[in-house]
């Protein structure tokens, strides 16, 4: 994520929308070479309240991005009585070392965030409490520091923005499939070394080398009570989702049932500013959508946790989130917040199924009824996957690319992608929690790949993505083993769409697309079985998806049967 991306996501979410300008940028009290136990020294900016004499709470935020780009976000903490501390990763910019992405920030050999939180305790200006606060790849430092299992008896409370919490499954992979867009850009912006993290083409699966990198796994060693701040079209979404879960229902004391979790219509970027929103794909959400409706800003967070202020951040709701709406339709339903005791709420669970006469509905479907064309309700659907002319990506949860809610039209008209729509809906929608498809497949090979998108289809012709996932079929049985395909055998696939929270309006349509490809968010797969290394072999799919009796491919959709407002 560019610097400005991340700037927008502290003014408004973290200090509240009063950072300085950049012309009254405070400068920092004193920059050091903090030593980690392995002698390697990172440097460190320090930004002390106006008179600089005291003991204050302190705030961390490690970083790959340079420091020297945040004294107009981070340096205001210190006009809130904060010592705030922003410092280069290892190998990063200023500080010494070699640059191995997040794999010295955990609980490996070099424990960087331990020892750096140990620091700051020991100095002169902190009281003894120590915050830790950043989005993206700050936000993944912090939750590979609370993998530590020695956690540090300073660190109080923590609020992590659009992070991943394993980053083999929700940040380098998905499904098996790699999220190309999302890495080269990590790759392209790390030094080379045998041991980066972002050197993912030799490690296709989950192995030894993903597990280091795995907070997740380690979740009950996490000690302290932490925001999970997210968007539905954010990149890190899964990330959000199941790293809040987990510590939410598998932390350790401390952490344990003192998590929350905002997710908001956003992107990677996040909202923005009343004065700067930021638009979500070709929709910009109102602007409450920016205001959240509890104290669980950063601001508020940390004056409760770190100063003791009663502001009630303990008693929020656990999870509070934005269900969206028809933003271009004066009174349509949705675009409001929402507050639950969990995650995900109640909802129904329900199948609607794909037909093979492209309709798609709760209705199973049927034997022998006809469509027309020799075509009966239970005739197969085939298509093919070419790796040299892969179906192009057009929005999403994207990290490089165009993000957000785009129209998908002109995807939909390729031959190699086939769509299901429902009838038009007779009442408002509303559609909130994970969002799995059911798909059976058969391919002429030893593998391929099935990418699946839900879309909000307007009435007058516009297909809005509203989430999309993959699964490469190798690793249908898991994503640490290989599984080939049979040629020409049917077997069944569960593709992972996340999670929304959308009201679909009375009028609109429910969309469905299936293709052997969502290029360049996904890397395409050669079909042979083998990864996808650069000038593999590569060979056209022949694939084939079932819509019958025996084999009735589906996807759930969690409905919550309630008024819309």
């Known amino acids: 994520m560019r610097l400005s991306g991340l700037a927008s996501f502290f003014v408004i979410v973290l200090i509240g929308g009063c950072a300085r300008s950049l012309a009254q ?18 440097a460190t900016d320090v930004y002390l309240p106006a008179d600089g004499k005291g003991r204050w709470p302190a705030l961390l935020v490690r970083t790959p991005y340079n420091k020297n780009g945040y004294g107009p976000e981070f340096g205001s903490w210190a006009a809130r009585g904060y010592a705030m501390i922003v410092q280069d990763m290892r190998g990063r910019f200023a500080s010494e070392g070699v640059d191995l992405a997040f794999l010295d920030c955990g609980d490996g050999p070099r424990k960087d965030g331990l020892d750096t939180v140990n620091w700051i305790a020991a100095q002169p200006w902190c009281d003894g409490k120590v915050g830790t606060l950043g989005a993206s790849a700050m936000g993944i430092t912090q939750n590979m520091l609370a993998a530590v299992e020695a956690a540090p008896d300073a660190l109080v409370a923590q609020y992590i923005i659009v992070a991943a919490g394993s980053l083999y499954h929700q940040a380098a992979y998905w499904g098996g499939a790699s999220r190309l867009e999302a890495v080269m850009g990590y790759v392209l912006f790390n030094v080379f070394h045998p041991d980066n993290v972002w050197l993912d083409v030799l490690h296709p699966m989950y192995d030894r080398h993903w597990q280091r990198l795995d907070s997740i796994a380690v979740i009950d060693h996490a000690r302290v009570p932490a925001v999970f701040y997210g968007g539905w079209y954010d990149v890190f ?74 502001n009630g951040a303990d008693r929020a709701p656990a999870v509070v989130y934005y269900t969206m709406g028809a933003v271009d339709e004066p009174g349509a339903p949705g675009n409001v917040w929402r507050m639950e005791p969990s995650w995900p709420p109640t909802a129904e669970m329900t199948v609607w199924y794909l037909h093979a006469d492209g309709t798609l509905g709760p209705a199973k479907p049927a034997d022998a009824r006809a469509v027309g064309g020799g075509v009966t309700a239970a005739t197969p659907r085939t298509f093919i996957a070419d790796p040299h002319d892969p179906v192009p990506t057009h929005g999403g949860a994207n990290l490089n690319l165009a993000q957000g809610s785009f129209d998908q039209r002109d995807v939909e008209s390729r031959p190699d992608v086939l769509v299901f729509t429902s009838a038009p809906l007779d009442a408002p929608t ?14 002429d090979g030893p593998d391929a790949d099935f990418a699946v998108k839900l879309c909000d289809l307007y009435p007058d012709g516009r297909s809005m993505i509203v989430c999309d996932g993959i699964l490469r079929a190798r690793h249908r049985k898991g994503v640490d083993r290989i599984d080939p395909l049979t040629p020409g055998e049917v077997t069944t696939l569960t593709v992972d769409l996340t999670a929304t929270s959308l009201v679909f309006n009375r009028g609109h349509r429910v969309r469905v697309s299936v293709a052997g490809s969502n290029y360049p968010r996904f890397d395409v797969n050669p079909n042979t079985g083998w990864p996808a290394w650069p000038f593999s072999p590569q060979r056209v799919a022949h694939n084939t998806l079932h819509c019958s009796p025996a084999h009735p491919s589906a996807i759930t959709l969690p409905i919550r049967h309630r008024p819309a407002s």
Not at 430 to 443: D, K, Y
């Open 430 to 443: 509303e559609v909130t929690g994970p969002i799995t498809a059911t798909l059976h497949v058969a391919s």
């Open 25 to 42: 940028a405070p400068k920092p009290a004193l920059t050091a070479m903090v030593p980690m136990r392995d002698g390697v020294r990172l």
């Open 237 to 310: 979404l899964a990330g959000t989702l199941e790293t809040f879960l987990a510590r939410q229902q598998r932390g350790g004391p401390g952490a344990r049932g003192q998590a929350h979790l905002v997710i908001g219509p956003w992107c990677h970027g996040g909202p923005g500013t009343d004065a700067k929103p930021k638009r979500t794909g070709e929709f910009l959400f109102p602007a409450n959508s920016r205001k959240l409706p509890c104290p669980l800003s950063g601001v508020e967070w940390f004056d409760h946790y770190l100063k003791g202020q009663d």
